[in-house]
């Protein structure tokens, strides 16, 4: 079955650009997502790409997918204190019925 | 904005209770989803639903049932609480087409001492 991984733990300043990153494993994956979790809540949907998508920027956020390598990141820019919290990365095929996490990156952000 | 409500927030309850988690949504969704989430971090699907009257075990197995006798409601029912199953969990939903977002509720914290 599918396996996605992330890293566990990024550090970064405030203002700085965060990367997190996510790897898959079945080339199938259709569907792409990025979800964010504050401490003692669900996820949030924080955005998407498709896999005929090679980047989608959001305001802050911009999303890279590079097919080739099953390789999913996610960039913020001008990182806050309220980005503090853990990232999910999530794929599904078209025909999919269930999404597959990956095990989630916690990120800090120092002032 | 997602409406999708899960009660209670937080329950400690005693080995042996009967504990029913409650999720309700008011998006129409079709699909239903149960996660168990460790305090590590990773998200384990647990239960899932169609539909009305249709359920499915998940990927991790769980001691756990379900129910779907209304699309808006997914209750999840422990007949027999054990701090093995002191944990967070999370209710999802989702349109029926395939591909789309999973929306979720605020999870229940159970502790079960």
């Known amino acids: 079955g599918e396996d996605v991984e992330q890293s566990l733990f990024l550090s970064v300043r405030e203002g700085d650009s965060s990367v997190i990153n996510c790897t898959y494993t079945d080339s199938s994956s259709t569907y792409l997502y990025w979800y964010k979790q504050e401490p003692g809540a669900g996820l949030q949907l924080l955005t998407y790409?498709?896999?005929?998508?090679d980047m989608k920027q959001d305001q802050r956020l911009t999303v890279l997918l590079n097919k080739k390598d099953k390789h999913l990141s996610l960039r913020i820019a001008d990182t806050q204190t309220g980005d503090s919290a853990i990232y999910f990365c999530a794929v599904i095929k078209a025909a999919g019925n269930k999404l597959t996490f990956g095990g989630g990156t916690r990120v800090l952000v120092k002032p | 904005e997602a409406d999708i409500y899960q009660t209670p927030r937080y329950l400690v309850i005693g080995t042996g209770k009967k504990i029913t988690l409650e999720c309700s949504q008011t998006?129409?969704?079709?699909?239903m989803y149960w996660y168990q989430q460790d305090p590590g971090m990773e998200l384990h699907l647990i239960h899932y639903?169609?539909?009305?009257?249709?359920?499915e075990k998940g990927d991790l197995s769980s001691e756990s049932t379900v129910s779907r006798i209304r699309t808006e409601h997914f209750p999840l029912t422990l007949e027999s609480a054990r701090p093995s199953h002191t944990s967070q969990y999370l209710c999802?939903?989702?349109?029926?087409?395939?591909?789309?977002?999973?929306?979720f509720g605020n999870g229940t914290r159970l502790t079960v001492t």
């Open positions: 639903s169609y539909g009305v009257n249709s359920t």
């Open positions: 999802a939903s989702s349109q029926t087409q395939g591909g789309s977002p999973l929306h």
């Open positions: 790409i498709f896999s005929n998508m």
């Open positions: 998006m129409g969704h079709d699909k």
